[in-house]
């Protein structure tokens, strides 16, 4: 083997060659920033012709609710293999047998609570995180509660990742709320009960809204809300959720 002498102009292109391949090769492992950014920006189209054609076109008003649709990134809540479809106006499998809601009912649902931005909310079912990350963005609090562990788990990360790290999850049967936070202005289920689960009633502040699902086979939307200590109801569609388990179930 010959050994050559290391001139300064052999260093120098050895130098040009490595800076110039070694550039070229982070790019390749890193993706590029460009095609991040080109990324980002479909997604951010997507997200806002999600909103003009799926929601404000159904009649969803509220401007903190249509912001927060348009700000929270719901390709960052649904499984990897189904982000292309992200922003499709359906709901979406998260796993363990649950979903992600469609757009429309996730912005129809957080305008019906009609929270302000100094309130507390509830949710029960967190599922992948996307409904509380929305709650964050119109309320003061959130908190979550998930009974599948692994879901709860994922919603974490999610969220953390999101920037959403105040809102609050536990592990645990939404049925019975979360007595020690109560009470709260707004609360919303995520999954169908075949009956409004008292405790959550109870939870609720004065003047505050519960929005539910309520059915088995045939489901509807409703809003219950606490004036002067009674519940005043309304039915507002019919819908299709997920059957909300554990003591509901019994």
Wanted: charged share 25%; net charge negative; glycine share 10%.
């Amino acid at each position: 083997m010959k050994f050559f002498p290391l001139t300064r102009s052999t260093c120098l292109l050895l130098f040009w060659v490595v800076a110039v391949q070694g550039s070229a090769l982070g790019g390749c492992l890193s993706g590029g920033t460009g095609d991040m950014t080109q990324a980002e920006e479909r997604y951010e189209k997507q997200r806002r012709a999600m909103v003009e054609r799926q929601i404000e076109a159904r009649g969803v008003k509220d401007p903190r609710v249509l912001d927060a649709m348009r700000k929270v990134l719901r390709h960052r809540f649904v499984p990897a293999d189904l982000t292309g479809r992200a922003y499709e106006d359906n709901p979406l499998p998260i796993g363990y047998d649950q979903t992600i809601s469609q757009p429309y009912i996730v912005a129809l649902m957080t305008e019906l609570l009609e929270v302000g931005p100094e309130d507390k909310v509830l949710e029960i079912g967190t599922g992948s995180g996307y409904q509380a990350a929305v709650l964050a963005e119109v309320a003061a609090e959130v908190f979550s509660i998930e009974i599948v562990p692994e879901l709860a788990d994922l919603a974490v990360r999610n969220l953390r990742a999101a920037g959403y790290d105040s809102v609050r999850v536990r592990v645990g049967d939404g049925y019975r709320g979360w007595p020690e936070g109560a009470p709260f202005q707004g609360i919303i289920v995520t999954a169908a009960p075949d009956h409004v689960p008292h405790p959550l009633i109870d939870q609720l502040d004065e003047g505050g809204r519960l929005v539910i699902p309520v059915g088995d086979v045939y489901q509807e939307l409703m809003i219950l809300r606490k004036e002067d200590g009674k519940i005043r109801r309304r039915v507002v569609i019919p819908v299709r959720f997920v059957p909300m388990t554990g003591e509901a179930e019994r």
